[in-house]
Structures are given as C-alpha cells and as structure tokens.
C-alpha cells in the first residue's frame, strides 16, 4: 500500500516518510516547507537560515515532494509584523493553513482518483482533520499519526501544576480538542508511540481498536566510535557522579523533582547539569544551589558532548508522548534513570533505573543506587549501547510492519 504523508517541520528528519520511500510505499510527501539545494531560500543568513536548510533530506531527493514553503514563509514574516497572537492562535492557524494547502492540492492533482487503488494517507495528529475527511471521502485508509497523549496528556499536567497550587499557563482551547476529536473519529487507524499514550487516549474516550503503537523511526546518530562509559571504584568531591538533565526546564519534565532532589543530595558528591530552555523561568531556582551547573538550549552538534560527559541520564517526565532523549542517551551508552510515563525504554537494573514515581524522594533512591554501586553503573552502560544500537535497528522495521498490517485488500 503506497501512501502520501502530511507533516508540518521535519519531525526526527523526516524519518518515516524517508522509510517508507526506502520500501518503495511513499506515494507523496506533503509538507509546509522543502528547501532543496537549487532553493534561494538555502542563502538566507543566521539561524534562520539554518532551520530553514534543516528542511530538506537528500534520501528524499527524488521523492515526489509537494511544499507550500513560499506561502508558509510569508505567513511568518506577517507574524512578526502584525500584532502579537496567543500562542495557541498562531498554532491553530498554522495547522489550518496547512491543511487548506493541503486539501486544494490534493484535490486538483486527483490523487484519490486512480482506477486500480487509492494511497493511504498519513497526516499528524491537530493538523490532519480536513485531510482525513477528503480521504475518507475518497474511499481512502486513512491513519492518524498522534505526536502525544492528546486531552488526557493535557488534563494531567493540568492537574500536577494544580498540585504545586500554580494555575497551567496557556491550556488549549476548546476548539482545538473538538478538532482532535473529530480526527480521531476520521482515523481507520491511529499511530501512538507509547503504551502511555495509549492509555491516555483511552481515558479521553478514543475508541481502542483504533490505536496501534509503534515506535519513533530512530536511525542513531551513525557513529562507531561509540564505546561504554568509564566509572571510578567510588564518587567523591574530586569526581562526583554526573547527573544529565536535557530538555525543557518544565514542570511537564520534571524539573521541579530534580531540583528538589538535587537540594536534597546537597551533601552527597553528585553534579546535576541541566541543560534546555526555560519557558517556565525555572532557572531562578537553580542559581543557589552549588551542585547545579545550568546551560541554555544548544544546538543538536553539541548534544553528544553533554551525553558523554555524564555518568547518568535523567528523565523524570509526567507526561511523554515517547520520550526521545532515552534513545539517543542509551545509544551513548548512558545509563538511564526513567518515570514510567512514556516509551518503555529503560529495563530496570539493565539499561538504568525506572523511578516508582515522580518525586523527589523516588529520585533521590535512584541516584543514591548510582552512587553507592558505581560498578552497577558500568554494567548497564554497556547494556546501554547495545539497546540503543538494536532500537535504531528495528524501530524502522517495527513502523513499516505496522503500516502494511492496515493495507486494504487489492491494494498495491
């Protein structure tokens, strides 16, 4: 079964369209913006220019590629002049325009009109409405691709910042979760990446026979110089253990907790570096604590170097779609200390430790595992390289076998 994929950004480079057109299934790529070599846009300075040279992959070169990239620049330059939105209002336009683009393409290339099968269509959850109705309409399979756990994901942050007696800054609209319901119900099939996800949209009311769960395509990183990490017999003041927190530093990550355990391992020789942006001015709490060291956002060429340099990964989600950083941790041959609340990466006491809960107590268990049993820690590190190595192998080949078991019979 061939099939056309909409997508809004690159999402982990354009990974499952570049699989499927690998197995001769991508029928066409749809998406906002494609910067290929021969594009002016390719020359624009900064960082802009970056991310807009980040839009393209040269294993889609010859794909059959449909982008609205001249349309979708203008609507962000008119952002920048024109009085400042909600964040929810900016995205919420994005997504329609995106799927205005989309269905008008769709519809004057007759895409749906072949004689001997239709393509299934793919399009990302909260910008896929209108597509999977005009496929549906069309007689087409139609699969909804749900980046996290959807209403019930946003009810349990919601309820966590109510816990902290801090009101959710910024929760969705209603509007939006109608739009998402409406997908769902459209979907023949929809894609989670996480038995959590699942659960989660269970709790919103989605229908279980739908939902199918299938890993993110990760291809790792490609290098082979790639060795398990190295521990001392003990941690002490001259080599504490390193503890990586990488990620936004949101009450949604888990930063609050880690903090909190950081405080409370004051004593101890243990580092925690943090390492992301600050959307929720979290980093005022860090400044008193000597056994924090916090770095801003960086760019994806220096993220290796923090993995390297830690002992132990820190990843205490409440909430997570999947939970990428675990991967590309383990593949580094970083242990992981993980919540339950994501991708079931991490096996206990082999990968890393899996936190009970998300407190600070729970954490500080964790870590205190690490500092007492160092040598606990080099068995798992080498544990680490091998599931991060046989995830990037097999997560390609779990997608594509899950996206043939919906192809219609005839189809081709």
């Known amino acids: 079964m061939r099939m056309i994929v909409c997508q809004i950004g690159a999402r982990e480079h354009y990974a499952s369209p570049r699989t499927l057109h690998r197995a001769s299934l991508l029928a066409e790529l749809i998406t906002d913006v494609w910067v290929p070599p021969d594009s002016p846009f390719r020359h624009v300075p900064g960082r802009a220019g970056e991310r807009l040279r980040g839009r393209y992959h040269p294993e889609l070169s010859n794909a059959n590629v449909t982008h609205f990239t001249t349309s979708a620049l203008g609507c962000e330059m ?18 329609r325009r995106f799927q205005v683009e989309a269905v008008r393409h769709l519809r004057a290339s007759r895409a749906f009109e072949g004689k001997d099968y239709r393509p299934a269509v793919l399009a990302y959850s909260y910008a896929a409405r209108d597509i999977l109705a005009l496929a549906r309409d ?167 170097q923090f993995y390297r340099d830690a002992d132990v990964f820190l990843f205490p ?10 991967i590309e941790a383990l593949e580094s041959g970083l242990p992981v200390i993980a919540s339950r609340n994501c991708a079931a990466i991490v096996e206990h006491s082999r990968t890393g430790l899996l936190l009970e809960a998300v407190s600070a107590a729970a954490i500080v268990r964790a870590i205190s595992i690490c500092l007492d049993h160092p040598e606990r820690l080099a068995a798992m590190s080498v544990s680490a390289l091998a599931a991060g190595a046989a995830f990037a192998n097999h997560s390609a080949t779990a997608f594509l076998d899950a996206i043939q078991e919906f192809a219609v019979p005839g189809s081709q």
């Open 317 to 326: 989600s409440h909430s997570d779609g999947f939970g990428m950083t675990q």
């Open 138 to 304: 069309a007689g087409a399979t139609t699969i909804l691709a749900q980046i996290d756990g959807g209403e019930a994901d946003e009810a349990l942050i919601s309820k966590r910042w109510s816990e902290r007696s801090e009101t959710m800054p910024d929760k969705a609209p209603g509007s939006y979760w109608a739009a998402w319901r409406e997908e769902c119900r459209l979907a023949d099939r929809i894609l989670v990446n996480s038995e959590w996800s699942k659960q989660l949209l269970a709790q919103a009311g989605v229908d279980g026979r739908k939902l199918v769960v299938t890993p993110v395509v990760y291809e790792g990183g490609g290098s082979s110089a790639l060795v398990a990490h190295r521990y001392p017999k003990a941690f002490d003041a001259a080599r504490p253990l390193r503890v990586l927190f990488l990620g936004a530093l949101t009450l949604r990550k888990g930063v609050i907790e880690a903090l909190e355990a950081a405080r409370a391992l004051a004593g101890r020789p243990v580092q925690f570096v943090f390492v992301g942006g600050d959307p929720e001015a979290r980093a005022s709490l860090m400044v008193r604590q000597p056994n924090v060291t916090r770095h801003d956002r960086v760019p994806r060429s220096r993220v290796a």
């Open 78 to 95: 008119m952002k920048v002049v024109s009085s400042r939105k909600s964040r929810w209002d900016e995205l919420i336009g994005q997504n």
